[in-house]
């Protein structure tokens, strides 16, 4: 699964389907962290941080 990020780094999955030009905004996760992120707002504990 694929996470799309704003900005600051937070996952989010409003607006426009596909960004063009926008690799550095996706991130690839299993569905178990996909979920998390989601609901957490943060791919913090994926990070490390």
Do not use: F
Not at 16 to 39: P, W
């Amino acid at each position: 699964m694929v996470l799309r990020l704003d900005q600051d780094g937070r996952p989010y999955n409003e607006g426009e389907q596909v960004v063009i030009g926008g690799n550095e905004r996706y991130v690839s996760v299993c569905r178990k962290h996909y979920k998390e992120a989601l609901i957490k707002g943060s791919l913090q504990e994926m990070q490390g941080s």
